[in-house]
Nanobody, 121 residues
Framework: QVQLVESGGGLVQAGGSLRLSCAASGTFFSINAMNWYRQAPGKQRELVAGITSGGTTNYADSVKGRFTISRDNAKNTVYLQMNSLKPEDAAVYYC???????????????WGQGTQVTVSS
């Protein structure tokens, strides 16, 4: 069974930094795209950043230049380095990964449990 476990959330002052991690565990063939989403109270879940298995990245306009997504394929882990945090970045951050269980099956999307990021002004 595939699991995504996130860590690294917490409380930080505006202008500060946090680094989120998300590790995939279980038995699977490959991990394709890995993404970070966030959801603030009363808002829809939104894509923050994504990275392909080859390392191509994309970012929401609101975080470009402040957040950096990276991955360590050997550790099946994706990271989100968040700098210059703003109060509007506060949300529950979710890891998402497109994981192929076997060579012959299309990938499925998996979600982590979420980690809270709070930014004080």
């Amino acid at each position: 069974q595939v699991q995504l476990v996130e860590s690294g959330g917490g409380l930080v002052q505006a202008g500060g930094s946090l680094r989120l991690s998300c590790a995939a565990s279980g038995t699977f063939f490959s991990i394709n795209a890995m993404n970070w989403y966030r959801q603030a109270p009363g808002k829809q879940r939104e894509l923050v950043a994504g990275i392909t298995s080859g390392g191509t990245t994309n970012y929401a306009d609101s975080v470009k230049g402040r957040f950096t997504i990276s991955r360590d394929n050997a550790k099946n882990t994706v990271y989100l380095q968040m700098n210059s945090l703003k109060p509007e970045d506060a949300a529950v951050y979710y890891c998402n990964a497109q994981i192929q269980s076997t060579r012959w099956i299309a990938s499925n999307g998996y979600w982590g449990q979420g980690t809270q990021v709070t930014v004080s002004s």
